[in-house]
């Protein structure tokens, strides 16, 4: 019998500013294919065509406690990679001791900053939702899956799988 990696540190930096001790919780991206059933003649039932990366893949939200004054500057950047996020979080398995480095760098911008209830004495947290159009994750340091949507490249497990389409319209 073995035991899950549960996440047990974790640690999130905005252009390489830490939040340590202020972020309470991240929503890390969910990686999802837009799949679309075809059923040509003579096929006797639906198969999924993968028609690439999912429509609301690239979201990720995260909470601070309080306020913060650079998410604020940067509300309202015009490149869609302006600012880079990275999340690190160290997983452990409780029967081995056995520790991961996790790793996600997104590189886009806010799409929303959602202040919560203002309540003088009450909590106070703010909610941030960016928008990615880059994004990494590494094991560690080792890098499983890399996306850059506006640079046309989707790499899995060393594999680029964009790599025949690119060349295939003179990129």
């Not at 549960?6 to 252009?15: A, P, Q, S």
């Not at 059933?37 to 601070?64: C, F, I, Q, S, Y």
């Not at 999340?87 to 996600?104: K, L, P």
């Amino acid at each position: 019998m073995a035991l899950p990696k549960k996440l047990k540190m974790m640690n999130l930096y905005n252009e390489g500013n830490s939040y340590l001790g202020q972020t309470g919780e991240v929503t890390l991206p969910k990686l999802s294919r837009k799949l679309e059933n075809w059923r040509g003649g003579g096929m006797n039932g639906n198969v999924k065509v993968d028609l690439g990366l999912g429509d609301d893949v690239n979201e990720m939200t995260w909470k601070l406690g309080g306020l913060d004054k650079l998410v604020l500057q940067q509300f309202g950047a015009a490149s869609v990679s302006a600012l880079g996020l990275r999340f690190a979080g160290s997983y452990q398995r409780d029967d081995t001791r056995e520790t991961d480095a996790v790793e996600i760098v997104v590189r886009g911008r806010h799409e929303e900053i959602d202040f919560g209830n203002a309540k003088a004495g009450d909590d106070t947290e703010t909610t941030i939702k960016t928008i990615w159009t880059y994004y990494k994750l590494s094991i560690n340091g080792e890098t499983i899956i890399e996306i850059d949507i506006v640079g046309i490249k989707e790499v899995v497990n060393g594999v680029d799988l964009l790599e025949e389409h690119r060349n295939n319209i003179g990129l």
